[in-house]
């Protein structure tokens, strides 16, 4: 089959360098490229892996009141921050 496309140019970039690395035509670049970008395309998706979040204890809060903006400040950076 003979088509046109209109290629973006990080893609015809990344197609010259593989071209020229396997020393292939644009043909055979083009065709092998969409063959395996085509067949990942369709097989479904795997499910992401499983993260394990081990709790760590930080001890005790340092604020009396961790909504009172000023008292956070105050621990955070000193009382020279008023």
């Known amino acids: ?6 290629l ?3 893609v015809a970039t990344l197609l ?3 071209q020229k690395a396997y020393k292939r035509s644009l043909k055979e670049v ?5 063959r395996e970008g085509l067949i990942q395309l369709e097989r ?3 499910p992401g892996s499983l993260y394990a979040i081990r ?6 809060s340092l604020l009396g009141n961790i ?3 000023a008292e956070a ?3 955070a950076e000193g009382e020279a921050f008023r």
Do not use: E, F, H
């Open 67 to 69: 909504d009172d903006v």
């Open 55 to 60: 709790p760590l204890s930080v001890g005790r």
């Open 8 to 10: 973006d140019d990080d």
């Open 73 to 75: 400040l105050a621990v």
């Open 30 to 34: 083009v065709n092998a490229a969409l």
């Open 16 to 18: 010259k360098r593989v």
């Open 1 to 6: 089959m003979r088509t046109t496309i209109t």
């Open 44 to 46: 479904p998706a795997k």
